[in-house]
Every structure is written in structure tokens, then in C-alpha cells.
Nanobody, 114 residues
Framework: VQLVESGGGLVQPGGSLRLSCAASGTIFSIYTMVWYRQAPGDQREVVASISDVYVTKYTDSVKGRFIISRDNANTTLYLQMNSLKPEDTAVYYC?????????WGQGTQVTVSS
């Protein structure tokens, strides 16, 4: 299994980014998938999840600003991030919600700064 995250970058506060996670080597559609993030000095945290039947959940700090989605035909996970704040700065990763996790990808850096 391989996970490849992309779409990060430097954006000003209030801006938007769309992250992608391309998965290969697995039956992507059957898993609850998650976007995680890890800021310097912090533990990795769950940002948003989407189940195999498209039920979505968000951590409180991103509710109303982020939207998680999936394209099972193309085995890709997305995270639309709007109204970005400096505290959203982190490396973003995708993976399964439950153990055993897939091997971690390299992540994609999101930096929100003026």
C-alpha cells in the first residue's frame, strides 16, 4: 500500500487549499479514511474522517471550514480547506482510521502565514 499526499503550500490567513491523497495497492473503498495533521512539537491529531458510506466527522477546530471527500473510483481522498488560520499550519497526512494503519506517506506541508 502506498499513500501519496499533495496540494499543500503557503497560503495567507483566510485562504484556501485542496489536499489530495492518492492510495494504491489496497481496496480503498472499504475503509474509513482520515486526514491527520502534525504541527511541530505536537502529536499527530485526527482532523477529519469519512466512512465507507460517506459519513463524515470533523474535529471541532475545523468544523464549518474543512470538507473531507473521497473518490473511490480513483482511490483518492480529498480535504478542502477554507478560511485557513495560522493554527492550521502542520504537515497533513492521510491514513486509515483504525489499526492496522497503512505505511505513512510523506505528508504535505500546509503553512498559513501572512
Amino acid at each position: 500500500v502506498q499513500l501519496v499526499e499533495s496540494g499543500g503550500g503557503l497560503v495567507q490567513p483566510g485562504g484556501s487549499l485542496r489536499l489530495s491523497c492518492a492510495a494504491s495497492g489496497t481496496i480503498f473503498s472499504i475503509y474509513t479514511m482520515v486526514w491527520y495533521r502534525q504541527a511541530p512539537g505536537d502529536q499527530r491529531e485526527v482532523v477529519a474522517s469519512i466512512s465507507d458510506v460517506y459519513v463524515t466527522k470533523y474535529t471541532d477546530s475545523v468544523k464549518g471550514r474543512f470538507i473531507i471527500s473521497r473518490d473511490n473510483a480513483n482511490t483518492t481522498l480529498y480535504l478542502q480547506m477554507n478560511s485557513l488560520k495560522p493554527e492550521d499550519t502542520a504537515v497533513y497526512y492521510c491514513n486509515r482510521r483504525y489499526e492496522p494503519l497503512f505505511p505513512w506517506g510523506q505528508g504535505t506541508q500546509v503553512t498559513v502565514s501572512s
